[in-house]
């Protein structure tokens, strides 16, 4: 696994990160404690990353996924491992922030959470009141570093503007081959602000796997002059190419396909195939 350092924070993250946003019928079943097969599978997923090196893994108090994530993490290290949640937009008021993210640590079985992100930005809340709570959070020891989920680049540098002793690390957005959207000015701005860009839905919810026709074809090129990688590895490692502080979470379903998403580090597409896919996903 490669890692590289978060947003200027001086950690190590695995570049490919886990993901644990499991879809609506999990959060329902999750809810009503039915189907331990398949927590168990995502349980065992989730460790199977961490055995072969990834110490990424983002969760959300929306996904009830945090105790799948406390379970999978127990029996490691805890301060070897990076561990993001978020804050429900339901809960952006200052007192109802911090008593979300004492709940999030409850279910984490946590003594603290790595990255605290906003999940959605709110028209209701002022992003000062919530950027106070968040900034408490950090003063007490509970969050280390500050992030949002979201936010397009206008609502990210309010929110920057709102902080008084702390900085904004990271944003979690929509990104993948085929959901560039962020590239006209949020990453840029990332990038040159040294803030993350955390890629959800990294391989479009699995149009990426399967490509069409065109993209297929230049994946099955590209695929022979890179030890046989697949089109998951290569829609991965296309967006770990956008940038140094990009990170990809593709969601960790199954053991199998965690080690498959992993075996997107260690190598680079060039500028010509990189190029070459663009223009065929289009």
């Given at each position: 696994m490669e890692y590289r350092e978060f947003a200027g924070t001086g950690i190590k993250v695995s570049e490919i990160g886990m993901g644990t946003y499991y879809g609506p019928s999990f959060i329902a079943t999750a809810f009503l404690f039915r189907h331990q097969d398949r927590r168990?599978?995502?349980?065992?997923?989730?460790?199977?990353?961490?055995?072969?090196g990834i110490n990424f893994i983002d969760t959300a108090e929306i996904y009830n996924t945090e105790s799948i994530v406390a379970e999978a993490i127990k029996d490691y290290r805890r301060?070897?491992?990076?561990?993001?949640?978020?804050?429900?937009?339901?809960?952006?008021k200052y007192d109802s922030l911090l008593k979300a993210a004492q709940r999030s640590l409850k279910r984490l079985?946590?003594?603290?959470?790595?990255?605290?992100?906003?999940?959605?930005?709110?028209?209701?809340?002022?992003?000062?009141?919530?950027?106070?709570?968040m900034e408490k959070l950090v003063e007490d020891g509970v969050v280390k570093y500050l992030?949002?989920?979201?936010?397009?680049?206008?609502?990210?540098?309010?929110?920057?503007?709102?902080?008084?002793?702390n900085r904004i690390v990271?944003?979690?957005?929509?990104?993948?081959?085929?959901?560039?959207?962020?590239?006209?000015?949020?990453?840029?701005?990332?990038?040159q602000n040294n803030i993350a860009i955390i890629a959800y839905r990294?391989?479009?919810?699995?149009?990426?796997?399967?490509?069409?026709?065109?993209?297929?074809?230049?994946?099955?090129?590209?695929s022979k002059k890179h030890g046989d990688s697949t089109p998951a590895q290569i829609a991965l490692n296309w967006l770990l190419n956008k940038g140094k502080n990009v990170f990809v979470i593709p969601r960790a379903s199954r053991p199998e396909r965690v080690v498959e998403n992993s075996g997107a580090a260690g190598w680079s597409l060039d500028v010509g195939e990189m190029s070459k896919m663009e223009e065929a996903a289009i």
């Open positions: 168990d599978r995502k349980i065992a997923a989730l460790k199977k990353g961490i055995d072969i301060d070897e491992l990076f561990i993001a949640t978020k804050v429900s937009p339901n809960h952006l079985r946590c003594s603290y959470i790595d990255l605290y992100q906003i999940h959605w930005p709110s028209r209701i809340v002022p992003i000062r009141d919530t950027m106070k709570a992030g949002v989920s979201n936010f397009s680049l206008a609502q990210m540098v309010k929110a920057e503007e709102a902080l008084s002793k990271s944003n979690q957005v929509e990104y993948s081959l085929k959901s560039r959207g962020v590239e006209k000015d949020l990453l840029p701005y990332c990038l990294p391989l479009a919810n699995g149009a990426l796997t399967t490509p069409d026709f065109k993209l297929r074809a230049v994946m099955e090129e590209i």
